[in-house]
Nanobody, 123 residues
Framework: QVQLVESGGGLVQAESSLRLSCAASGRTFGRYGMGWFRQAPGKEREFVAAISWSGSTTRYADSVKGRFTISRDNAKNTVYLQMNNLKPEDTANYYC????????????????WGQGTQVTVSS
């Protein structure tokens, strides 16, 4: 089992930055593909970013490309999402997810999910 705990969300103004963190339990964190998803009120959950177990492969949703960066520190069992130039449309609950595969970027391939952290961007 893997438990994921997100942190770092908050209320910020447009064009600000935030860094989300996701702390994972378990000795095999370094073998998991990790991802970030988000869900806004009344909308379906959507993919944001993914990173392979080694960090060598990343992928981003078009809506965040060039503004968000996913990274991981396997020694700390933590994955990060650096969010720059935030926009009101980035407002959502952000979820961290872990896949038993070394890389995944589709929700159905993720096996463990965190509780989420709220990000609200005001205009």
């Amino acid at each position: 089992q893997v438990q994921l705990v997100e942190s770092g969300g908050g209320l910020v103004q447009a064009e600000s930055s935030l860094r989300l963190s996701c702390a994972a339990s378990g000795r095999t964190f370094g073998r998991y593909g990790m991802g970030w998803f988000r869900q806004a009120p009344g909308k379906e959950r959507e993919f944001v970013a993914a990173i392979s177990w080694s960090g060598s492969t990343t992928r981003y949703a078009d809506s965040v490309k060039g503004r968000f960066t996913i990274s991981r520190d396997n020694a700390k069992n933590t994955v990060y999402l650096q969010m720059n130039n935030l926009k009101p449309e980035d407002t959502a609950n952000y979820y961290c997810a872990a896949s038993r595969s070394t890389y995944a970027d589709t929700a159905r391939f993720f096996d463990y999910w965190g509780q989420g952290t709220q990000v609200t961007v005001s205009s």
